[in-house]
């Protein structure tokens, strides 16, 4: 049958939105899969973000990246990184043209929700043993109890000694958990608010109930826990004061659904992101622009701090290209931000049908439409957020369109609802281009979240045709 006038009218004039899946080939599903498969393999083994700095530096390495500090100086072609305090880093490919012509920038974080111990610790109570927590970044509570964790970081002793722990995650290894009530005696809790239903100060890591058998001593349970961390990692209770460790769910990423098509996975948020623009960085043809990929710590509690984006440790690392390439001279660095341009790199929220209240569905981020841009950030009349140029929007798209990278522009949730924000504004406040793009996420922020293949492969796509190409 021959189209009417008004369905090729249709198709001329609007916006047609689709699954990416509906025009995938079966070579693309095949990259698709097998880089989702690389992905979580890489995910399970960088839950935080000492881990994926750690992890990210191997990948370097091995592919002919130098640590900037050993550089006498940096021409076209030369492959560098910083790593800030292990928790950050900073990764360049220098291109062809002067670096005041503008950095090509891609910024994601690698911190994501999750429990930190307190400083102090350790404490007995009817003979059952505990790991007393503070939860760091935006957390439902309820989220976090009776699942499995493991406890990952490090414990930096007074001589210096810096012990390395993940415990938790091997075959053999115990794992940790937060009890929660019976539903028979819940009676009372099932009442409250769901926020209020467990509270911060009882996340309570249960880590022991075997006593050290002897007379004299009160608090047993806790003597023989502290002894085989003793045997184990060489430490006393004191040194948990010198100590960073943070709980994160003991199981793995895996692909979801009957179809393979998604990846349910702890910490998503925004190490697939991260993975995603490092895999960029990695592979891209850098021709013109210098190309940088920012992972940043902290975003999740506000990005404040010596390792998170507000720091000078990013400012720091471009004034030492500039000097290694012998093109420094005063203020140059304030124009190369200003001739940037950035992809921030964190994820968005994906449109969800259980949920369909809080979305406006004509703007929102559907699974496997492709990577998805927002245009702005903020909330409420968009306080505090960071609005994208249209005038950089246009050029972003021609880029992707003219790469055949699916993508989709949508927004945060619907007007007053909520709202939130990224690392986008501060780069913006320093004079660089930035949008906001990456993966849509279902159950953000929760022990286990998801996302669309799809959209993983997109988002690294995205990334790479901006490094070669903004
Ligand atoms: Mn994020
Ligand atoms: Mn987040």
Same mark, same amino acid.
Request: charged share 25%; net charge negative.
């Given at each position: 049958?021959?189209?009417?006038?008004?369905?090729? /009218?249709?198709?001329? #004039?609007?916006? $047609?939105?689709?699954?990416?899946?509906?025009?995938?080939?079966?070579?693309?599903?095949?990259?698709?899969?097998?880089?989702?498969? *690389?992905?979580?393999?890489?995910?399970?083994?960088?839950?935080?973000?000492?881990?994926?700095?750690? %992890?990210?530096?191997?990948?370097?390495?091995?592919?002919?990246?130098?640590?900037?500090?050993?550089?006498?100086?940096?021409?076209?072609?030369?492959?560098?990184?910083?790593?800030? %305090?292990?928790?950050?880093?900073?990764?360049?490919?220098?291109?062809?043209?002067? =670096?005041?012509?503008?950095?090509?920038?891609?910024?994601?974080?690698?911190?994501?929700? %999750? /429990?930190?111990?307190?400083?102090?610790?350790?404490?007995?109570?009817?003979?059952?043993?505990?790991?007393?927590?503070?939860?760091?970044?935006?957390?439902?509570? @309820?989220?976090?109890?009776?699942?499995? =964790?493991?406890?990952?970081?490090?414990?930096?002793?007074?001589?210096?000694?810096?012990?390395?722990?993940?415990?938790?995650?091997?075959?053999?290894?115990?794992?940790?958990?937060?009890?929660?009530?019976?539903?028979?005696?819940?009676?009372?809790?099932?009442?409250?608010?769901?926020?209020?239903?467990?509270?911060?100060?009882? #996340?309570?890591?249960?880590?022991?109930?075997?006593?050290?058998?002897?007379?004299?001593?009160?608090?047993?349970?806790?003597?023989?826990?502290?002894?085989?961390?003793? *045997?184990?990692?060489?430490?006393?209770?004191?040194?948990?004061?010198?100590?960073?460790? *943070?709980?994160?769910?003991?199981?793995?990423?895996?692909?979801?659904?009957?179809?393979?098509? +998604?990846?349910?996975?702890?910490? $998503?948020?925004?190490?697939?992101?991260?993975?995603?623009?490092?895999?960029?960085?990695?592979?891209?043809?850098?021709?013109?622009?210098?190309?940088?990929?920012?992972?940043?710590?902290?975003?999740?509690?506000?990005?404040?701090?010596?390792?998170?984006?507000?720091?000078?440790?990013?400012?720091?690392?471009?004034?030492? =290209?500039?000097?290694?390439?012998? *093109?420094?001279?005063?203020? =140059?660095?304030?124009?190369?931000?200003?001739?940037?341009? +950035? /992809?921030?790199?964190?994820?968005?929220?994906?449109?969800?049908?259980?949920?369909?209240?809080?979305?406006?569905?004509?703007?929102?981020?559907?699974?496997? @439409?492709?990577?998805?841009?927002?245009?702005?950030?903020?909330?409420?009349?968009?306080?505090?957020?960071?609005?994208?140029?249209?005038?950089?929007?246009?050029?972003?798209?021609?880029?992707?369109?003219?790469?055949?990278?699916?993508?989709?522009?949508?927004? /945060?949730?619907?007007?007053?609802?909520?709202?939130?924000?990224?690392?986008?504004?501060?780069?913006?406040?320093?004079?660089?281009?930035?949008?906001?793009?990456?993966?849509?996420?279902?159950?953000?922020?929760?022990?286990?979240?998801?996302?669309?293949?799809?959209?993983?492969?997109?988002?690294?796509?995205?990334?790479?045709?901006?490094?070669?190409?903004?």
């Amino acid at each position: 049958m021959e189209k009417s006038e008004g369905k090729v /009218l249709e198709e001329k #004039l609007f916006n $047609q939105k689709k699954s990416g899946w509906e025009t995938a080939t079966d070579d693309e599903k095949g990259l698709i899969f097998k880089f989702s498969d *690389e992905y979580m393999a890489f995910l399970n083994k960088a839950k935080t973000e000492r881990e994926f700095v750690c %992890r990210a530096k191997e990948v370097l390495d091995s592919n002919g990246f130098k640590d900037l500090c050993t550089a006498d100086s940096v021409k076209p072609g030369d492959k560098v990184y910083s790593v800030n %305090r292990g928790k950050s880093m900073y990764i360049a490919v220098i291109g062809n043209k002067k =670096l005041e012509e503008g950095l090509n920038l891609v910024g994601a974080h690698i911190d994501s929700p %999750r /429990l930190d111990l307190k400083p102090n610790p350790v404490y007995e109570d009817n003979e059952m043993v505990y790991f007393d927590t503070q939860y760091y970044g935006g957390i439902k509570k @309820y989220q976090w109890t009776a699942i499995p =964790l493991s406890l990952h970081g490090v414990i930096v002793k007074t001589n210096g000694e810096k012990v390395t722990v993940n415990i938790g995650e091997g075959e053999n290894d115990p794992i940790f958990t937060i009890t929660d009530l019976l539903p028979h005696l819940a009676k009372e809790q099932m009442q409250k608010k769901l926020d209020e239903g467990v509270a911060g100060e009882d #996340l309570n890591l249960l880590i022991g109930n075997m006593p050290y058998v002897c007379p004299d001593v009160k608090e047993k349970v806790k003597l023989n826990v502290l002894k085989l961390l003793n *045997e184990r990692y060489g430490i006393n209770e004191a040194d948990f004061l010198s100590a960073e460790l *943070e709980l994160v769910p003991a199981f793995n990423s895996k692909s979801l659904g009957f179809d393979y098509s +998604m990846v349910a996975g702890y910490g $998503q948020d925004d190490k697939v992101c991260a993975y995603t623009s490092l895999r960029a960085i990695l592979e891209a043809k850098v021709q013109d622009k210098t190309a940088v990929c920012i992972l940043s710590d902290k975003e999740e509690i506000g990005s404040m701090g010596n390792t998170g984006m507000e720091s000078q440790a990013f400012d720091n690392f471009v004034a030492e =290209l500039l000097n290694k390439s012998g *093109e420094n001279r005063p203020n =140059l660095l304030n124009k190369v931000f200003c001739n940037s341009s +950035m /992809l921030s790199a964190d994820v968005g929220t994906a449109f969800d049908p259980i949920y369909a209240g809080v979305s406006d569905r004509t703007n929102s981020a559907y699974m496997s @439409y492709g990577v998805s841009f927002d245009k702005y950030t903020g909330s409420r009349g968009k306080a505090g957020g960071s609005d994208a140029n249209a005038e950089f929007i246009g050029k972003i798209r021609e880029i992707l369109e003219r790469n055949n990278v699916h993508y989709q522009i949508a927004q /945060l949730g619907k007007v007053d609802v909520g709202g939130g924000g990224t690392i986008a504004y501060i780069l913006a406040n320093k004079g660089v281009e930035v949008i906001d793009c990456g993966v849509p996420v279902l159950s953000m922020h929760s022990p286990y979240e998801v996302t669309s293949k799809y959209d993983i492969y997109s988002a690294y796509m995205a990334y790479k045709v901006f490094y070669e190409e903004a």
